[in-house]
């Protein structure tokens, strides 16, 4: 069993950066995979960015590419989510996903252990 818990949203302007972190415990993470998720209202969940525990292979989503930039800490069990240039359209609440299993997937329910979510705002 995995425990996942972010931290980091909050209110920015267009054009600004936030660093979102994901905690992990319950185990040390070694063949995992973990990512991001959000999702706005009214919208569907949408896949943000994964990462391979042991490789550091990552994937992101086309609308985030070039943006934002995951990556994790083994020492630590912890991810970041390193996000730039910010627009009003990427505000959402944005959950951590792990899972125990190796390979990159775009698929929600391809993820066992969510976290709470935090509020990321973007505001014009």
């Known amino acids: 069993q995995v425990h996942v818990v972010e931290s980091g949203g909050g209110l920015v302007q267009a054009g600004g950066s936030l660093r979102l972190s994901c905690a992990a415990s319950?185990?040390?993470?070694?063949?995992?995979?973990m990512g991001w998720f959000r999702q706005a209202p009214g919208k569907e969940r949408e896949f943000v960015a994964a990462?391979?525990?042991?490789?550091?292979?990552?994937d992101y989503a086309d609308s985030v590419k070039g943006r934002f930039s995951i990556s994790r800490d083994n020492a630590k069990n912890t991810m970041s989510l390193q996000m730039n240039s910010l627009k009003p359209e990427d505000t959402a609440v944005y959950y951590c996903?792990?899972?125990?299993?190796?390979?990159?997937?775009?698929?929600?329910?391809?993820?066992?252990?969510w976290g709470q979510g935090t509020q990321v705002t973007v505001s014009s």
């Open positions: 319950g185990r040390t993470l070694n063949n995992d995979r």
């Open positions: 990462i391979a525990w042991h490789s550091g292979r990552t």
């Open positions: 996903v792990a899972s125990p299993d190796y390979g990159m997937t775009r698929y929600w329910r391809d993820y066992s252990y």
